[in-house]
């Protein structure tokens, strides 16, 4: 399965390692994560070494193009925002955003009080379960 993961680049990336780990389940089940160099150390560094129009163009085109969105939201943004807006208006995909519970007073109330139907929240509070809850929620590759 192909599956556009998300994080924030810009934001607060102060969950960088439960977002590490969701991209190594993901890979290890067999998927294809597109955007998994968002969770390089130099993402932020690698973004802009690109004009701005052709990241819009290259990450439209992958959630045009995925078969799943997974996000790790504890740091959201406009960016993460946007996307699963996106989604969630403009097709029928399935979207998954995991958060971490400790982080919740930080998160848009538009993210953790989402309830439309494509979208399931999963609030983790520690990798075990981050790892337990990505492995239910995603079919195996």
Not at 11 to 36: P, T
Not at 86 to 104: D, M, N, S, V
Request: with cysteine; glycine share 10%; hydrophobic share 45%.
């Amino acid at each position: 399965m192909k599956i556009y993961f998300g994080f924030t680049v810009a934001g607060n990336r102060s969950s960088l390692e439960g977002a590490k780990k969701i991209v190594g389940i993901l890979q290890a089940m067999g998927h294809e994560v597109v955007s998994s160099h968002l969770v390089r150390e130099d993402a932020w560094d690698a973004d802009r070494s690109v004009a701005p129009q052709e990241i819009f163009a290259r990450d439209m085109k992958w959630l045009d193009q995925c078969d799943l969105f997974v996000a790790e939201v504890s740091g959201s943004s406009f960016g993460l925002g946007f996307e699963t807006g996106y989604l969630l208006g403009a097709t029928k995909k399935q979207t998954i955003l995991l958060y971490q519970r400790g982080a919740e007073r930080q998160i848009s109330l538009l993210i953790i009080g989402n309830t439309h139907p494509n979208c399931v929240l999963l609030p983790y509070s520690n990798l075990e379960e981050l790892e337990v809850l990505v492995r239910k929620a995603v079919p195996a590759g």
